[in-house]
């Protein structure tokens, strides 16, 4: 079975591999030139206050560097690569569940195949363990693989990002919606969920084409509703209240007789991702900010509250509550996340099993 | 001698239509079984029943004595070549016999790579551009190298050209000769199976209206004609299965357990053609009679 799972994927593994190696030497030939960049920069060896500014120096100095003759002004190649070499491991899953999953089983009852193949002495059982394992594992291999090789190219950004380095487009920490998703262990369990939702879409559907149809459309909702509504809750967050100050936090006037109050930091907490925040009152309870400090704002847009601000609102008892997931719990939610997904891939599977052994073809 | 294949009640319904129902036979081993029949009597139902490709609604069936599909040695001992006989269009035919190398464990690599030297099949060209004859005949050496007890084919030259039709058939029996296995075979055409089989079993609207070896149907079954006359005059003994009268003249295919001795018929030996077309059309005519009783109620 091994043998015959390797003949129907040959041709998918060849695209798959000729792929990583496309990206990896586009990544390895501009890379080599980012870590001298960053060995230039002086951030290496770098005491307290300097950092952050050396930091931001390179990454500056990166987002305004070379550009490629094409491009129009201003585009930066190594922004672009940034942005792409992460896209490229964000839609990997889906692509693979579009290809390799819908087809696997949809193609064969399409094309009558599945009367050949589940006549031979193995159970449909066993021909469906060989693909799902054989090829699921390329899947997160694959996946992974473009993962760590973005790890790498990106390293220098991310260290320079962590040590307070801004002024770049670049600079999204490691709880950002794409960083977050496309780093870490995450990868493994968003190809493996892909890869099963393309399996059981074509199982159930019966036609390929469709079944890819479908598969992107519930992988693209998966992927968005992820990092709004089920990331922040996957451990519960920890709360604090501070003063708009300590808080750094944005003050919007909304039009109306309130403002709107958002967090930027939680003191003490670097690095740590704030997954909501709003005004409280002096007793802790939610309450709308009075649009009396709106005078105070620097601008009438709203946005970093001035020192007068953050008196008037202090001076009316409003504060800031903040949800927030201090940076330690980087990998605990990382995989809490993976197995979410690993999870949901294992009963896709368990369910394809059942359908398989249920319904016949 | 025990049954290849035998079911009691069995059914299958796709929503709310019955693809066969309450089907009970029992086909013997060591024949090479016609299964015929119209389109849509539930042969090919029956067929995949049999081979596990679907599980039934009601009844039960056994296929040499075990549940079909239900692991990998009964998968072993039945061959089974679908209707279409699909094969994989991208495979060469050469990695046709290494799948079924791989996949089972009674493989015959000296038969499959004999038959396709004998068949003149190149083992580099692609499954996708053979002829429809040339892959009915890889999914056959795949069906056939397993080395099965039982071989079932569905509908197997229905989409052949009349010399493949010929070729393929004559090719079949030539290998159920030397490996001494039970086939089943269905098509809605007698005439392709006439040459072929020594058991034949007539199923319409999922009812076996006869079955038997087919000698033995030939030499039970009498072609009378004579001049028209009442039904109700005839001998004891037969039963009319089909009727057809002009002005002066009837024509009956009747079954009896002797000759008939009737001086006013003219008696004739019966085709096996002829005899399915009178029991298919038996039942038609009873499908219909049905119909419009229910229609005047």
């Known amino acids: ?361 | 001698m025990t049954a290849v294949i035998e079911t009691e009640g069995l059914g299958k319904r796709y929503r709310k239509l019955w693809a066969l129902a309450d089907c009970t036979l029992s086909i013997p081993a060591g024949h090479v079984v016609g299964l015929v029949g119209p389109n849509g009597a539930g042969k090919t139902t029956l067929l995949s029943l049999a081979t596990g490709m679907l599980a039934p609604t009601t009844g039960t069936i056994r296929v040499l004595g075990g549940r079909p599909a239900a692991g990998p040695a009964q998968l072993a001992r039945v061959g089974y070549l679908a209707q279409e006989a699909p094969v994989y269009a991208g495979l060469s035919v050469a990695d046709h016999l290494r799948l079924g190398a791989h996949l089972n464990p009674g493989w015959d690599a000296a038969l499959a790579r004999r038959r396709i030297d004998q068949l003149d099949l190149d083992p580099g060209r692609r499954a996708g551009k053979l002829s429809g004859g040339q892959s009915a005949q890889l999914a056959l050496t795949l069906a056939l190298g397993k080395r099965p007890e039982l071989l079932i084919l569905d509908e197997p030259v229905a989409s052949l050209d009349p010399l493949a039709r010929r070729e393929f058939l004559q090719d079949l029996m030539e290998t159920v000769a030397e490996q001494q296995v039970s086939v089943v075979l269905s098509s809605h055409l007698i005439s392709d199976l006439e040459r072929v089989c020594d058991y034949v079993i007539v199923l319409v609207d999922s009812r076996v209206r006869v079955a038997g070896p087919a000698d033995e149907l030939l030499a039970a079954h009498h072609l009378l004609s004579g001049p028209r006359r009442d039904m109700a005059t005839l001998p004891d003994g037969l039963e009319v299965i089909s009727a057809s009268h002009t002005d002066r003249q009837s024509t009956l295919l009747v079954r009896s357990g002797g000759p008939v001795l009737d001086p006013a018929w003219a008696v004739s030996e019966v085709g096996l053609e002829d005899l399915v077309l009178a029991y298919m059309k038996q039942a038609a005519g009873r499908g219909h009679r049905q119909r419009h009783l229910e229609v005047q109620k």
């Open chain 1, 1 to 361: 079975m091994t043998w015959l799972t390797w003949r129907q994927f040959r041709a998918q593994a060849i695209t798959a591999v000729a792929a990583l190696a496309a990206f990896a030497i586009l990544l390895a030939v501009t890379g080599r030139h980012i870590a001298s960049l960053y060995a230039a920069s002086g951030i290496t060896g770098c005491h307290g206050g300097t950092c952050a500014g050396l930091a931001s120096q390179f990454l500056s100095d990166l987002s305004s560097g070379r550009t490629f003759p094409l491009l129009p002004d201003g585009a930066n190649a190594y922004v672009i690569l940034y942005f792409l070499s992460v896209l490229v491991i964000l839609v990997a899953p889906a692509i693979i569940g579009i290809f390799w999953g819908a087809p696997l089983i949809a193609r064969e009852l399409e094309t009558g195949t599945c009367r050949l193949a589940w006549n031979q002495s193995i159970t449909r059982a066993r021909w469906l363990t060989v693909k799902l394992t054989l090829i699921g594992v390329a899947a997160m291999a694959v996946t992974e693989a473009l993962s760590l090789l973005q790890a790498w190219w990106a390293a220098p950004i991310g260290k320079a990002v962590g040590l307070g380095g801004s002024a770049s487009i670049m600079s999204e920490g490691r709880f950002g919606p794409f960083v977050f998703a496309t780093h870490g262990i995450t990868p493994l369990g968003y190809a493996a969920f892909g890869f099963a939702l393309g399996v059981t879409a074509g199982l159930l559907i019966r036609r390929a084409i469709p079944a890819m149809a479908v598969t992107l459309a519930i992988f693209a909702a998966v992927q968005a509703a992820t990092p709004l509504w089920v990331r922040p809750h996957l451990i519960p967050p920890s709360q604090t209240i501070a003063t708009t100050e300590a808080a750094q936090a944005n003050v919007f006037p909304t039009g109306g007789s309130t403002m709107v109050v958002t967090a930027t930091r939680v003191a003490g907490q670097p690095g740590a991702w704030i997954t909501s925040s709003g005004a409280v009152n002096a007793a802790g309870q939610p309450v709308t900010a009075p649009a009396a400090c709106e005078s105070a704002l620097p601008h009438a847009l709203g946005g970093s509250g001035s020192p007068e601000c953050d008196n008037c609102l202090a001076s009316h008892g409003i504060r800031v509550a903040v949800s927030y997931q201090p940076v330690s719990r980087y990998w605990p939610l990382q995989l809490t996340e993976t197995g979410l997904f690993l999870a949901l891939a294992l009963a896709l599977a368990g369910f394809c099993f059942w359908q398989l052994g249920r319904h016949r073809s």
